[in-house]
């Protein structure tokens, strides 16, 4: 029988083809299901794997998608490296499209708007996010509470106040009684990549927090502190490098990155503040993450291939007549084939009598 026997040293191999070998398999169950629902394989594997990216539009809604999920994940990382294991970007997310959108509001009262006033937006957008990330900071530095389960909940609390504020003070009067603030005006959006398109200059913003999260992971005294400290905390303890500081250094880079994100989705592909400002960006990043090994540079990848679910599910959706589950789904595969996947850096497969 097959049996798992322990390796005498993590593979290296198997620690980068995990992610691939998920991605094969997510793909090959992906068609069973295809099948199962009566649907071509063949065809439902295009729709969500060709069509998106078979021109020049598709591309650039993947840049979109990619955007938030980029910026969600390199936050996750840091933290994760650090080992707080943080699972708030969705409510920071939303906090930085409060923060930035209700800016935006107040700006937008006939101005022509511009680079400053743009500026200003995101930067708001970026506190917001470190507003709300300093909470679960406060509450685990003081406390010592589980910031898994702090971040959480304040996901939903976010999620409320931005629903009262949308139906309420913020509401458009003359959106017809939708839950919606109303439209930006253009001189206080992101400017666009490529004409015609929905890509705008968030997707170089988050390129660039990447390489700088990237920098400051390999290249910095503080990153190497920071995960000293989440490795071996005795170790970071005995050459008096602060924990404290390292919780808080975390979160709070964390919450600007997923702050930034939320105030891009806002001034950006959006255009105002909605009921529902994310899919569920913040919770597709934690998968991201993982998948990109909390790499910046994995992650770009990784982040990628989440676009295409996200796409290719609302694909799936209009053209196969699938329900809006299947995205969840394919998410779910992935994560779920990525940690059978990861045994195998640890162990490996032998055949017994």
Known sequence: MLRLEARATPSRLMSYASPLLAVLLTTLFGAILFAQLGKDPLAGLAVFFWEPIKNLRGWTEIGVKCTPLILCAVGYAICYRASIMTIGAEGMLVAGALAGGGIALVLDQGSGGGAGSI????IAGMLGGMAWASITALLKDKFNTNEILVSLM??????????????????????????????????????????????????????????????????????????????????????????????????????????????IEAIGPVGQLTGT????????????????????????FSSFIM??????????????????????????????????ADILIAYRIRWRK
Request: net charge positive; no cysteine; glycine share 12%.
């Open 307 to 340: 676009a295409l679910f996200y796409i290719g599910g609302e694909l799936a959706q209009s053209r196969l007549g699938l329900p809006n589950a299947i995205t969840g789904v394919f998410q779910g595969m992935l994560l779920f084939f990525l940690l059978g």
């Open 154 to 263: 304040l996901v939903y609390i976010a999620q409320l106040l931005l629903s009262y504020l949308v139906t309420g003070p913020w509401r458009d009067p003359k959106g017809f009684n939708f839950p919606q603030s109303k439209a930006f005006s253009e001189g206080f959006l992101l400017p666009m990549l490529v004409p015609g398109t929905r890509l705008n200059l968030g997707f170089l913003m988050a390129i660039a927090v990447t390489a700088a999260s990237w920098v400051f992971l390999s290249r910095s005294f503080s990153g190497f502190r920071l995960q000293v400290g989440g490795m071996a905390p005795l170790a970071a303890r005995y050459a008096g490098f602060s924990q404290r500081t390292a919780l808080w250094t975390a979160l709070l880079i964390s919450g600007a990155a997923a702050g930034l994100a939320g105030v």
């Open 277 to 300: 400002m994310s899919p569920g960006y913040g919770f597709a990043a934690i998968i991201v993450a993982y998948v990109g090994r909390l790499h910046p540079v994995g992650i770009l």
């Open 119 to 122: 500026a200003l937006i995101i």
